[in-house]
């Protein structure tokens, strides 16, 4: 039997090129270029399958040139790459890698907070700058994290995992909003109140956001938004971005609106607002909440499942739109 063709558009572990060329003719990018949409169209033809990263975009102009495609596999959980109802409507299924960086991403979201309130990278810059030549009693003061309260949007997996860190390890009060509500036993395990959004600003001590990125969760934090926190409060996204307008939290930052921010996602990124780049009160980091090798290792291999399972049995294992899967099936 021919092994099926399959494209990887970014570098990945040896490892998981060496697995999947075992199944697949594999067409790989180990020097990891950056591809055009025209390139990734071009190298997609005659493949079934693609190993992804979550920045590719496939949208009904690179569906409508790759008529051989049938699986997008991400290895991250967000698949806002991904228009699911063009990829639907072309019979291609995409799958995500949830569940295995749950933890890890809930660990670097307080990474981020505690970094944040107790202004870790500013006073460190400080440092390094040779300018600590004295202690004095307000030098860098922060935000009290322990017992305060932790304003949560978006309340999935990552969500509730950072909810029982909050509750558990820290003492925290949890408020959070999310499209639904969780049902009273999970709520209780972490002590949690559902708000709504004007509340959770207004309340919490420390917003952290982690709801999926969507046409409705656009600029979900802008001035309005900001002008509603206290201005002794910070403001974390660990989620995507482009929910932040960031050149309004730069202005609320500068104007200190809200006393700091801490941001792994940024609107356009790899490119940062400068406007960021030049206030002190934010801790910046390139989306790295993920990054810990056997989480990362984990999210790949999951990709590679889903490839595996749907190119060679039908059987995707975290399938985005199901409804192609029936379709296949029937
Ligand atoms: C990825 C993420 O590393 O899984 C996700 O959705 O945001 C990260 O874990 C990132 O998306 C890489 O593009």
């Given at each position: 039997?021919?092994k099926p063709s399959i ?13 999947l060329?075992?199944h697949f003719v594999v ?304």
């Amino acid at each position: 039997m021919t092994k099926p063709s399959i494209l990887i558009t970014r570098a990945i572990f040896p490892e998981v090129l060496e697995q999947l060329r075992q199944h697949f003719v594999v067409e790989s990018n180990q020097d990891d270029v950056i591809w055009s949409a025209d390139e990734l169209v071009r190298r997609l033809q005659g493949k079934v399958g693609a190993f992804m990263t979550g920045t590719e975009k496939v949208n009904a102009a690179l569906l409508g040139q790759c008529p051989h495609l049938k699986l997008c596999a991400n290895m991250t959980v967000g698949y806002n790459n991904f228009d699911l109802a063009a990829m639907t409507a072309a019979g291609v299924l995409g799958t995500n890698a949830p569940d295995v960086l749950t933890e890890t991403t809930a660990d670097f979201g307080f990474a981020l907070l505690l970094a944040t309130a107790r202004r870790v990278t500013e006073s460190e810059h400080f440092l390094r700058a040779g300018l600590w030549t004295r202690w004095s009693y307000d030098m860098f003061a922060g935000a009290e994290v322990h017992g305060s309260t932790l304003g949560i949007v978006g309340m999935g997996r990552i969500g509730q995992a950072i909810a029982r860190r909050a509750a558990l390890g820290f003492g925290m009060q949890v408020i959070y909003h999310n499209r639904s509500r969780l049902d009273a036993a999970t709520e209780a395990s972490f002590n949690a109140s559902y708000v709504g959004k004007e509340e959770l600003l207004k309340t919490a001590d420390h917003v952290m956001l982690v709801l999926p990125y969507s046409a409705s969760s656009h600029h979900a934090i802008g001035a309005a938004e900001l002008a509603l926190m206290k201005p002794t409060a910070t403001l974390i996204n660990l989620a995507r971005g482009g929910i932040v307008d960031d050149a309004a939290l730069a202005e609320a930052l500068r104007d200190k609106r809200i006393a700091a921010a801490g941001l792994d996602v940024y609107e356009g990124e790899p490119t940062v607002n400068p406007a960021l780049l030049s206030v002190p009160n934010v801790v910046l980091t390139p989306h790295i909440a993920s990054a810990t090798l056997g989480t990362r290792r984990a999210m790949a291999a999951l990709a590679v499942d889903n490839l595996i399972g749907f190119l060679l049995h039908e059987k995707a294992v975290t399938p985005l739109n199901p409804e192609v899967l029936n379709r296949a099936g029937a």
